[in-house]
């Protein structure tokens, strides 16, 4: 493949965010009572969830855009000199497929208790996501203000930040706060995927 179509590929990034957002914005309209400051975003796929075939129609592709989309971009930075920026790309690309493969393994039981097997690995998944996506964007913000793409190295703190509000505000809030910091923490991952895309588009990376 030429270095041209490869980095055609990085629209997917911004497809892949797009059908999240219309997952996260039209779903609730299948569920109803769904409280969106108090509810996760995964209750809308949840086993058992009223809404969980629109869910997952209108998420379809979320999962093959994005990861196609960054894996374009951990070929596009191979010839990168800084050892970070590859690094930090390599383990938000990771974080992609455990986020894909993880969630689909093991989809939240809205009608079980937390301690439910399959909720038990669910929250596993989601640590796992969480490590990844806070390493792999300090790293690249790192590895960029190196490479000084100080644009991408500014994406990458603003997103950790938004990051980093969703697990605080969940913990330090009231209840009924829940479901807007935990937005937060998806967006902040899925618009970085974006973001790289469009970086991979225009030949910054």
């Given at each position: 493949?030429?270095?041209?179509?490869?980095?055609?590929?990085?629209?997917?990034?911004?497809?892949?965010?797009?059908?999240?957002?219309?997952?996260?914005?039209?779903?609730?309209?299948?569920?109803?009572?769904?409280?969106?400051?108090?509810?996760?975003?995964s209750?809308?796929?949840?086993e058992?969830?009223?809404?969980?075939?629109?869910?997952?129609?209108?998420?379809?592709?979320?999962?093959?855009?994005?990861?196609?989309?960054?894996?374009?971009?951990?070929?596009?930075?191979?010839?990168?000199?800084?050892?970070?920026?590859?690094?930090?790309?390599?383990?938000?690309?990771?974080?992609?497929?455990?986020?894909?493969?993880?969630?689909?393994?093991?989809?939240?039981?809205?009608?079980?208790?937390?301690?439910n097997?399959?909720?038990?690995?669910?929250?596993?998944?989601?640590?796992?996501?969480?490590?990844?996506?806070?390493?792999?964007?300090?790293?690249?913000?790192?590895?960029a203000?190196?490479?000084?793409?100080?644009?991408?190295s500014?994406?990458?703190?603003?997103?950790?930040?938004?990051?980093?509000?969703?697990?605080?505000?969940?913990?330090?809030?009231?209840?009924?706060?829940?479901?807007?910091?935990?937005?937060?923490?998806?967006?902040?991952?899925?618009?970085?995927?974006?973001?790289?895309?469009?970086?991979?588009?225009?030949?910054?990376?």
């Open positions: 493949m030429t270095e041209k179509r490869l980095r055609k590929l990085g629209v997917l990034g911004i497809i892949s965010l797009l059908s999240y957002t219309a997952m996260v914005v039209f779903s609730p309209l299948a569920y109803p009572g769904y409280d969106w400051l108090s509810m996760a975003v209750d809308l796929s949840a058992g969830a009223p809404s969980a075939e629109l869910a997952n129609q209108l998420n379809a592709l979320f999962g093959p855009c994005g990861l196609v989309s960054i894996m374009a971009v951990c070929v596009g930075v191979v010839g990168c000199k800084s050892k970070v920026l590859k690094l930090g790309i390599y383990f938000f690309a990771a974080m992609e497929w455990v986020c894909n493969v993880g969630y689909k393994l093991f989809p939240w039981v809205s009608d079980a208790p937390v301690s097997p399959q909720n038990v690995m669910h929250l596993i998944v989601t640590v796992l996501v969480v490590v990844l996506s806070l390493a792999s964007l300090i790293l690249i913000a790192i590895g203000k190196k490479e000084q793409i100080n644009s991408l500014i994406w990458a703190i603003f997103c950790l930040v938004a990051m980093l509000m969703g697990p605080i505000g969940t913990s330090l809030l009231p209840k009924a706060v829940f479901g807007l910091f935990e937005r937060l923490s998806t967006f902040s991952a899925v618009v970085f995927n974006a973001i790289l895309g469009i970086y991979l588009m225009k030949g910054k990376i």
